[in-house]
């Protein structure tokens, strides 16, 4: 609780005790009346001051100015008991908002809070810590376990496991070797590490991180716009409706004026938007929070909205549906097994750093003997001849086998590339070599389809055959292979030309040569965002991680929302115009304005705290 | 160019719609956005006009919420 808080809350608690015991003490006539107008100054006293000098200001029509005509004028009707609990209640109700905001301000700002606060430099032989903003490029930091990694770097020495679960929603730690590359953000668990910087902080990831969230709520949502819009106009409207209530039906139909006056004051205690106009934001702002607590940036609450109405969802396949390196996926051998083949090619390529050597390698695991190898002649576009215990080994692709005349090799059944193996002219098999697909994009394509989304689609600059047996393998709607970039962009344009009215298209990639089309895509999400600023600038949502089934969470995240933003929307405005209405009739006492005020607020705020939570999403 | 300030003691939703409304009336500001959640103003504006401009909004805002603190 914060000062201004707690002064509050003492407030409404005298005022209580003062209400309490002007209505059970056995006082009657003046003294009675004297103990209720101080419970009124009590629970209201600074609404009245406020109004006052707003209205010195030449603002009339506020919520403090309603609340003081309402409360005063019930007063004046001898209404005592109503005046107060008018105004205490609304007390409560604020009270209660402005609790609720800073608490789901501090869960949120919990969740942001990876700024790291110091570095561990080598000075003069001693270790001292320093403002990251003065560690440069190129020094070297000193991380020790339970410390946050303060700026991206690569490990120069030390072995330890990182958790990166702040910045990407991922629970599982992560090892890190000598030369691998650590990002800023995460926490160093097990081992002490020295890193060798590579950027200075104001570049670090969580510099760039902490920039997008705080800057993310900057871009308001459709729904935001129109409640504030809507309440600028629905304040007046309700006060002239009031006016016209106190004073139109008795003129016309005779009778006192008593009883539309009393009607009238209870409009002006439902005139106050406040419900809405603070569970809107407040949902977004959850929405995007509990998104972020799953390693998903969401960069406005505009995006947001956007997402719930995707229901084409279009991908980049290298890097975003796939590993986007290459590795071993299948081996042929003709007469050896296929150990054996894979140990003869990987053996003939070692020499080269080729992907697919390096590939072939990575398979193969184990150390290679290269001084079996002699006279290596490397013969370019085509592959690689040697000798190998006396014998000449030939590994390349078909057109390496036809030039040397070997005879049996052909094209595999298998998307890749082919690296075909030849001993002495004769064909020994093929070992294939593709890009992988991650482990979870199947089930990613899966869990878009059961949300909603219709039309899944990949873009790749890929040949044909490769683009098809992955589309295949994963269930995609559609495919287009072999794009140049520039194709790319105009495949999305004829997507966005098919899309139905109020609907949505993202584009999923990994912000590697497709920042056109991420612009252009109605949603633009860039995946392992982390490291790479052209995705971070130009993407709508950033995923920390590279798994695309993060994006289905993200567009449950954003429906779940955007129904809750719906919920609070028709509760609120349905509530006060049935209060209203029946208020006008002389149905509704001040009690049930009161309800519908404050008891609306607090009911639309609890639902609004519903959007932070994403347990469910983990 | 672009300047975000903290509103400290924001406290009502609608005083944000409120300042927003008015910070994007005064003379050169480009695009102004208030929000409630983080307690932040943007403000965008041709660089010469920024500091008049942020006098000027430090002055409606103190008129509008006089509990706001404006903190540049």
């Known amino acids: ?618 | 160019m672009k300047k975000i300030v903290k509103l400290i003691d924001l406290d009502c939703a609608n005083c944000a719609a409120k300042i927003e409304n008015a910070i994007q009336k005064i003379d050169g500001v480009e695009k102004a956005s208030v929000s409630f959640m983080t307690q932040k103003m943007t403000i965008e504006a041709p660089e010469g006009r920024m500091d008049a401009i942020l006098q000027e909004a430090k002055k409606l805002i103190h008129k509008l919420e006089p509990d706001v603190t404006v903190q540049l």
């Open chain 1, 1 to 618: 609780m914060t000062r201004k808080q707690k002064k509050q809350l003492t407030r409404i608690f005298l005022a209580a005790a003062i209400y309490a015991a002007a209505l059970i003490l056995p006082l009657t006539g003046a003294v009675q009346v004297a103990l209720f107008l101080v419970g009124y100054v009590a629970a209201g006293g600074d609404i009245v001051l406020k109004a006052a000098k707003n209205i010195s200001h030449g603002q009339v029509f506020d919520e403090n100015f309603l609340m003081t005509v309402a409360t005063i004028g019930a007063l004046l009707l001898g209404e005592y008991s109503e005046g107060i609990a008018v105004m205490l209640f609304y007390q409560v109700g604020e009270w209660f908002q402005s609790y609720a905001v800073s608490k789901s301000r501090q869960s949120i700002s919990s969740l942001m809070d990876i700024r790291p606060d110091y570095a561990n430099v080598e000075r003069d032989g001693q270790l001292v810590q320093v403002d990251p903003e003065e560690v440069a490029v190129g020094d070297s930091i000193m991380v020790k376990p339970g410390e946050r990694i303060p700026l991206d770097g690569v490990v120069l020495t030390g072995t330890s496991t990182i958790d990166t679960s702040a910045l990407t929603g991922e629970s599982v730690p992560r090892e890190v070797l000598e030369g691998d590359e650590v990002i800023s953000g995460c926490i160093n668990q097990s081992g002490m590490l020295t890193i060798r910087v590579s950027k200075e902080f104001g570049e670090s990831t969580v510099a760039k991180i902490l920039d997008l969230v705080e800057n993310s709520s900057s871009k308001k949502s459709k729904s935001e716009n129109f409640i504030t819009k809507f309440a600028r106009y629905y304040t007046p409207a309700v006060v002239v409706a009031a006016a016209v209530l106190a004073v139109v039906p008795p003129l016309m139909m005779g009778g006192s004026f008593l009883p539309w006056i009393q009607r009238a004051l209870t409009f002006l205690v439902i005139s106050c938007p406040c419900a809405l106009v603070i569970s809107i934001p407040l949902s977004f702002f959850g929405g995007i929070g509990g998104a972020s607590k799953c390693g998903i940036l969401i960069k406005g609450s505009n995006y947001l909205e956007a997402l719930a109405q995707v229901t084409t969802v279009v991908f980049d396949k290298t890097g975003t549906l796939t590993q986007g390196s290459f590795e071993v996926t299948a081996i042929h051998p003709e007469h050896a097994t296929e150990q054996e083949l894979l140990g003869l090619a990987a053996l003939v390529e070692s020499y080269s750093d080729h992907p697919i050597s390096l590939s072939l390698k990575k398979a193969w695991g184990k150390e290679l003997d290269s001084s079996a190898l002699s006279q290596v002649e490397e013969i370019a576009g085509h592959g690689v001849v040697a000798t190998v215990g006396g014998k000449r080994v030939a590994a390349g692709n078909c057109k390496l086998m036809a030039k040397l005349g070997v005879q049996g090799a052909r094209d595999c059944e298998l998307a890749g590339t082919a690296v075909h193996v030849a001993v002495d002219g004769v064909y020994q098999g093929h070992i294939i070599i593709s890009d992988v697909v991650k482990p979870d994009a199947k089930e990613a394509i899966t869990a878009l389809k059961r949300n909603g989304v219709r039309k899944t689609v990949m873009l790749t600059g890929d040949a044909e055959a490769v683009g098809k047996s992955v589309a295949q393998n994963l269930g995609l709607d559609e495919y287009h292979a072999e794009l140049l970039p520039g194709d790319k962009v105009d495949e999305l344009e004829k997507l966005l030309r098919q899309k139905g009215k109020g609907e949505n298209l993202a584009f999923v990639g990994d912000g590697i040569n497709d920042a056109p089309v991420l612009t252009r895509a109605d949603v633009g999400i860039a995946m392992g965002g982390l490291g790479s600023d052209a995705a971070i600038e130009a993407a709508d949502i950033v995923l920390m991680d590279d798994k695309p089934s993060k994006i289905a969470t993200a567009i449950r995240i954003s429906r779940k929302t955007l129904g809750i933003v719906r919920q609070n929307i028709v509760f609120a405005l349905g509530v006060k115009a049935i209060v209203l209405l029946l208020g006008a009739l002389g149905y509704a006492s001040m009690w049930a304005a009161v309800f519908a005020d404050v008891g609306v607020s607090v009911i639309a705020i609890l639902n609004a705290i519903r959007a932070l939570s994403v347990k469910e999403y983990k």
